[in-house]
């Protein structure tokens, strides 16, 4: 038994697939991890006048440029942010990570900061001071019931797409 499949049918299809965007296509372009959607790959930036006293600071997450940042020594957490290209869409600004290893006599120790951008006019100046070696991450929003929404919404649009595609051929 030979199936035969109508060309107009064939062509219908190929051009919903095209068509139609695939939630989370750009999830996993690596097996490493998430890839952030318009990131370029991490890269070492050095921003500074020349006879300035710079410190090293990294910059993972939901920047548009993350990467190794070489910043004047009076750079705050904002203004490092903006160096970044500023924060994705889906960036958390909420709970802003900043790591910084502290160096004791013979002991190190990890101490972590969580800052919350939204509220500039709530954060002591402190708190948006940088240290050599300091690590920023800007995670993702959470899952949001409106993203669930979408995703259905999707599929029933490519469902209904179908269905009349095969009516219309019968």
């Known amino acids: 038994m030979q199936i035969r499949i109508n060309p107009r049918v064939l062509l219908c299809i190929i051009l919903l697939a095209l068509l139609v965007p695939v939630q989370g296509s750009a999830q996993l372009e690596s097996g490493i991890g998430p890839a952030l959607t318009g990131s370029s790959p991490a890269a070492y930036y050095f921003i500074s006048?020349?006879?300035?006293?710079?410190?090293?600071?990294?910059?993972?997450?939901?920047?548009?440029?993350?990467?190794?940042?070489?910043?004047?020594?009076?750079?705050?957490?904002?203004?490092?942010?903006?160096?970044?290209?500023?924060?994705?869409?889906?960036?958390?600004?909420?709970?802003?990570?900043?790591?910084?290893?502290?160096?004791?006599?013979?002991?190190?120790?990890?101490?972590?900061?969580?800052v919350n951008l939204k509220h500039l006019d709530q954060i002591d100046d402190m708190a948006l001071n940088l240290q050599s070696g300091d690590t920023i991450f800007i995670d993702n929003i959470p899952f949001q019931w409106r993203d669930f929404f979408s995703i259905v919404t999707t599929a029933a649009i490519v469902v209904t797409a179908i269905a009349n595609v095969i009516l219309v051929v019968q």
């Open 49 to 114: 006048k020349s006879g300035e006293i710079t410190m090293p600071i990294n910059v993972w997450g939901y920047v548009k440029n993350p990467g190794r940042y070489e910043v004047p020594i009076s750079t705050d957490l904002v203004q490092l942010v903006s160096f970044a290209g500023g924060p994705l869409a889906e960036a958390n600004l909420t709970s802003v990570k900043i790591t910084r290893v502290m160096r004791r006599d013979t002991q190190i120790h990890k101490v972590e900061f969580i």
